[in-house]
């Protein structure tokens, strides 16, 4: 899941659509929000739309060139990681990256439509979710940084993603990893996408133990 902290920047009534401010970029939502409001937004992968070219004329609102920074391939398909403000993830088919020669480092255009993006909840002060580890306390930016890395598979994108810079990350990955007492993030080198970061068992324990709260 793609998810971000937004600020609505401007509200066009006669539209019902929103321009959203992100910590790297700006989206076009159709959401019921007021100007200058905090939301949490999200955008499922499989509704990120990838272009080889510029697609022209589109009824959809957001078209975001970037570079392909990783490919995950899983079960259901490939996740692809697109470098671009604001950084986005999309689910493709494997036939998807073969006919279009998608690969590390491939420029391409992500189009997502306005309706796409959902509000998860309206932020009016800090999240105070949290969970205690053997050694300390998983505060919430440091939950936030594990649910990037297990959508992305990346260091980086997750960094891009919470709007930190890749040192900060890896920072509270081992801050994380201290407070619980064992790994939760580990690094997972060579393979389809060159390697990368991702959750151990435990982190992913750890974060559905957050999502119950």
Known sequence: MNRFTAVVESVVPAESLAW??????????????RK??????????????????????????????????????VPEGVYVTVHAAPPLVAMVTRGAVRDMKLAR??????????????VRTTVRAPLLV??????????HPLLALLRAIRETGSLTAAAEAEGI???????????ANRAWGAPLVARRRGGQGGGGAVLTAQGDAVLRLADRR
């Open 36 to 73: 200058g409001e905090r939301l949490a937004i999200a955008i499922r992968p499989e509704e990120v739309l990838l272009c080889a070219a510029h697609p022209g004329l589109v009824s959809a609102r957001n078209v975001v060139p970037g570079r392909i920074r990783s490919l995950r391939h």
């Open 105 to 118: 480092g491939r420029r391409v255009f992500a189009v997502v439509k306005a309706s796409s993006v959902q």
């Open 130 to 139: 949290s969970v205690v580890g053997r050694r300390g306390v998983l505060t």
């Open 165 to 175: 810079t890749y040192r900060t990350a890896w920072l509270r990955a081992e801050r």
């Open 20 to 33: 959203l401010r992100l910590p790297r970029g700006r989206l076009a939502a159709r959401l019921p929000c």
